[in-house]
């Protein structure tokens, strides 16, 4: 089973895999939870990259190096997992791409999607959560976490509503894929929520 968890940053997408991560382990699953961008020793000198060079990227490169990191990724660890029959839990994936990318940078949308799924060879999750929170609400989280903010957490505040506007057309797009949680919500109401999702989808698979 393959679950993404995508939302604005500082929206608890970290707080949410990990809480997961522990639930899906207690039930003897195998587990193997990563990100992107950074789920390989590859990705994790392209996140440098991406998050943290000082240099202007263009938004089409800065595209080109997410779909990169994408692709090494599902290629050597996501896909080869799945096939084990272990459970992926990731935070983050080509979802961001089309909101960040898409409707921050503004560039086309359907190409980003494209562009992403010729990355991943057409790998699409069983479920994807969706974090939605208000912009200004996961600003303040990140401030009073009190790390240096990257290239993307750095942009304005419209640029994440444009994400934030994003994230929730795809959902209302994919009903079936798309769990949508209010992630202003104390984080063990939304791991209950996110639980019965996901204890709904194991059922399902063990018919
Ligand atoms: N439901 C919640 N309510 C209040 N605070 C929360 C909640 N979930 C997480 N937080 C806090 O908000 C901050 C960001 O959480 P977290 O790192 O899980 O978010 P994230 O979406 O993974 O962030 P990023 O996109 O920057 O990686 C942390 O300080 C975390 O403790
Ligand atoms: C996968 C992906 C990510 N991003 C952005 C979103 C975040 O601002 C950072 C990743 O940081 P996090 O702490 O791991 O959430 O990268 C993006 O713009 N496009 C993507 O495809």
Known sequence: MFITLEGGDGSGKSTQAEILESWLTALGRTVVRTREPGGTEFGTEVREIVLHSRGHISPRAEALLYAADRAQHIATKVRPALERGDVVVQDRYLDS?????????????????????????????????????????????????????????????????????????????????FLVV??????????????????????????
Not at 106 to 115: K, M, Q, S
Not at 122 to 133: E, K, N
Not at 183 to 191: D, G, T, V
Not at 194 to 207: W, Y
């Open 97 to 177: 791409s089309v909101a960040y990318q898409g409707a921050g940078r503004v560039l086309d949308a359907g190409e980003i999607r494209n562009l992403s799924l010729w990355a991943a060879e057409g790998l699409l999750p069983d479920v994807t959560i969706l974090l939605d929170l208000d912009e200004d609400v996961a600003r303040a989280r990140l401030d009073g976490a009190n790390k240096r903010f990257d290239r993307l957490e750095a942009e304005k505040s419209d640029f994440h509503r444009r994400v934030r506007e994003a994230f929730l057309a795809l959902a209302a797009a994919e009903p079936e894929r």
């Open 182 to 207: 209010d992630a202003a919500l104390p984080p063990e109401e939304i791991a209950a929520v996110v639980r019965a999702r996901v204890e709904e989808l194991l059922v399902r698979r063990s018919q």
